[in-house]
């Protein structure tokens, strides 16, 4: 295996003294940010620089920059600015001004923070941007801007924007939403690229106490990142980030992943690095995280749709790479239909439990019903097709119509585009049947079909049922045809 990569950090890029140097050119449009870290990683000094004409307001994603800011200056062109006040989140910057500087205390950020937005770790830190940045707008749209960071020796800053210039410390920002939420990790860490499925997946995994078991971690998130190839070919999205924070607690290997996508794709996972490097192989989460890519960021008021999507394939995918036996994978999915199953309150609707998911004790009925919907559609889809069509078919045509995706998709925009790439109104007629019910999603025919024979928690694998092949099609992945124990193709099925 090949040695971890080091960046040199040495030489400071041009876009620093362009940006020193007061007014930026206007050539692109782009105003030029600089980032200074001190050595101890506690603060920031921030400098921006603006093109003609100055943006007319910057924005705070958050209401808490105020109180881990100071020195707000005018530093090139036009007169003082008054500071923000606290919870104040807008600045008016007249045309005159040409760079302005300000500095932000991470390590009080970081006692107040919530939700992990910035959190210190050993040799480093992770920090959402929201925490110390103000964007540029003018008359409401964002402007781009390049953010180049200024870095002490051995340090480097990793974020999930595409890179300017050689160094790999200008980042640019303004392909998607400023308010969407990103992470950007700031310290002592190794970083490498993998080449997956023709996508280019940056890792940074920070440093813990007690240390990682980096080549060991660095290999199971390869074959994570592999399996997903298994759903059509090739990974969903050409670039992603993956950000593994050590945190040594939880008790599981990951007890906390997600997917953000400001800047662009990114997996970030918390990890218990003292599990055994056998306990990750066996977890779920890097596979459901992963899955996450293959649709595109959504609105969160039908949580159902993402999040079934990511709970069907994470055994899907992880049963075609041999991460799991085709039994292994039912039986998982299984279990999974009887925790969403038991966790279903008859006095409310899906579409209701999805809304306040939240902290909800019935997320369980969201996640599983979710995936659900996707075993019908897939089952539904490759038995009418003669397998010829199927999820993955369905995905396929998305990722390359609509991935990636600089904006957040309406549920019902997404579901009506996979019925154009199906062909036939499979999935908006599954939302609409199950998401408005009180019940969770009955798979008693796809189960009789597929040969599932199940018996509380236990499941059986029948040979003889009408749809053997189809049941294997689907844990075989793509290239696996069906050999025609189902109906016939002509014959189109009506499905309970």
């Known amino acids: 295996m090949a040695g971890w990569r080091r960046i040199r950090l040495g030489a400071i890029p041009a876009l620093v003294a362009l940006a020193l140097s007061g007014r930026a050119s206007a050539a692109d449009g782009r105003h030029r940010y600089t980032v200074t870290v001190a050595k101890d990683l506690n603060r920031l000094q921030v400098r921006a620089c603006f093109t003609e004409p100055a943006p007319g307001v910057l924005v705070a994603h958050s209401h808490r920059i105020p109180k881990d800011m100071a020195g707000l200056r005018v530093v090139a062109g036009g007169g003082p600015l008054p500071s923000p006040q606290t919870g104040q989140r807008r600045i008016r910057v007249p045309d005159e001004v040409e760079c302005l500087a300000y500095s932000v205390d991470l390590a009080a950020a970081a006692r107040r923070s919530l939700h992990a937005e910035v959190q210190q770790v050993p040799g480093g830190l992770v920090a959402s941007p929201r925490q110390w940045l103000w964007f540029p707008y003018r008359r409401g749209r964002r402007q781009d801007l390049d953010l180049t960071f200024r870095l002490p020796a051995g340090v480097r800053a990793a974020g999930p924007w595409p890179t300017a210039g050689s160094e790999g410390t200008t980042y640019r920002l303004g392909q998607r939403p400023y308010r969407w939420p990103t992470r950007v990790a700031i310290g002592r860490f190794p970083e490498r690229v993998l080449e997956v499925g023709g996508a280019r997946i940056r890792v940074s995994m920070l440093r813990g106490s007690p240390e990682v078991d980096r080549p060991g971690l660095l290999d199971w998130i390869r074959e994570g990142a592999q399996a997903l190839t298994r759903v059509y070919g090739r990974f969903p999205v050409p670039r992603a980030h993956i950000l593994v924070v050590p945190v040594a607690r939880g008790g599981e290997p990951v007890p906390w992943g997600e997917v953000q996508r400001g800047g662009g794709e990114a997996v970030h996972l918390y990890i218990d690095q003292r599990r055994p490097l056998s306990e990750f192989r066996s977890d779920w989460t890097l596979a459901h995280e992963l899955s996450h890519l293959l649709h595109p960021a959504t609105d969160y008021d039908a949580p159902w749709l993402y999040e079934g999507l990511a709970s069907y394939y994470q055994n899907v995918i992880r049963a075609r790479s041999g991460q799991l036996t085709a039994e292994q994978a039912w039986r998982k999915l ?53 397998g010829t069509r199927s999820l993955d078919t369905v995905l396929e045509g998305l990722a390359r119509c609509c991935l990636p995706s600089r904006r957040r998709w309406d549920p019902d925009e997404l579901l009506r585009r996979l019925d154009s790439l199906a062909d036939r109104p499979v999935f908006t007629e599954l939302g609409q049947r199950y998401a408005p019910a009180t019940a969770f999603p009955d798979l008693t025919r796809v189960y009789a079909r597929l040969g599932l024979w199940a018996q509380g928690q236990e499941l059986r694998l029948i040979d003889r049922a009408p749809e053997t092949d189809l049941r294997r099609s689907i844990m075989a992945g793509p290239g696996k045809r069906r050999r025609g124990n189902g109906p016939p193709a002509h014959r189109k099925r009506s499905v309970p």
């Open 334 to 386: 299984h279990r999974g239909f009887r925790r969403g199953r038991r966790n279903t309150d008859p006095d409310q609707t899906l579409a209701q439990v999805a809304q306040a998911m939240e902290g909800h004790p019935d997320y369980m009925r969201v996640y599983w019903s979710g995936a659900a919907l996707f075993l019908r559609a897939d089952w539904q889809l490759r038995a009418e097709e003669d």
